[in-house]
């Protein structure tokens, strides 16, 4: 059983670009979060998806937009990069409903020069 | 603002020693409380969690203290071994905002042969 893939594994980008992160759930798992780890700090939540609409979202602009397809996997973009961008992206996911346990993958590094 | 504030940065410990990390939170509506562990090019896995109606965990070497009315918990490692080198970070959410996890600043332990 696969748990939490995300694609790709590193990438390194130019200040200005675009950039699309994706992910594909646990087997069984419908709800997607996307979270942001700077070096050296611990992940911030960027936002959720259920059912294809983003149910929640934490600080971050809205630079930051994501997708959910109907197969719960989920794309996580963001343009106008920063040189701040960079950092691991992780996806996480979990069936809904409070109590069940949150699986991350082992995310995507992102550079921007 | 960070909402969960995690102590120490990083910790030394000799194998077979104890290791403990302290957390402490101010939001009262925060009722899950999570430990991940990760390793250095890993994503956080789910160590062991706690809810407030319980004042201790204990899962094989590791234990959760938690303390409603001081708003912290702590993370022991009994019997510390080399393999438990990590980052080791604590975190909390509400059931009504399930999968929005707020993360500790992390705590670099190494344990020692």
């Known amino acids: 059983d696969a748990g939490v893939t995300q694609s790709p594994t590193h990438l390194i980008k130019t200040r200005g670009q675009q950039v699309t992160l994706r992910c594909s759930p646990k087997?069984?798992?419908?709800?997607v979060s996307w979270y942001q780890q700077a070096l050296g700090q611990g992940p911030q939540f960027i936002f959720q998806?259920?059912?294809?609409?983003?149910?929640q979202r934490g600080n971050f602009p809205d630079r930051f937009s994501g997708h959910q397809f109907p197969n719960y996997s989920s794309e996580l973009n963001v343009n106008a990069l920063l040189l701040g961008d960079s950092a691991l992206y992780l996806c996480?996911?979990?069936?809904?409903?409070?109590?069940?346990?949150?699986?991350f993958g082992e995310g995507s590094w992102l550079t921007v020069v | 603002q960070q909402q969960v504030k995690q102590s120490p940065q990083s910790l030394i410990v000799q194998k077979g020693g104890i290791s403990i990390i302290n957390c402490a939170y101010e939001?009262?509506?925060?009722?899950?409380f999570p430990w991940y562990q990760q390793f250095p090019g890993k994503g956080p896995a789910l160590l062991i969690a706690i809810r407030p109606d319980v004042s201790e965990k204990k899962e094989g070497r590791f234990t959760i203290s938690f303390n409603k009315s001081a708003k912290q918990f702590s993370l022991h490692i009994m019997d510390s071994q080399p393999g438990d080198s990590a980052t080791y970070f604590c975190?909390?959410?509400?059931?009504?905002?399930?999968?929005?996890?707020?993360f500790g600043a992390g705590t670099q332990v190494v344990v020692t042969p």
């Open positions: 087997s069984g798992h419908d709800t």
């Open positions: 939001n009262t509506a925060f009722d899950y």
């Open positions: 975190a909390a959410s509400t059931t009504d905002s399930w999968g929005k996890l707020q």
């Open positions: 996480a996911s979990s069936t809904t409903g409070a109590g069940n346990t949150i699986y």
């Open positions: 998806y259920y059912e294809e609409e983003e149910r």
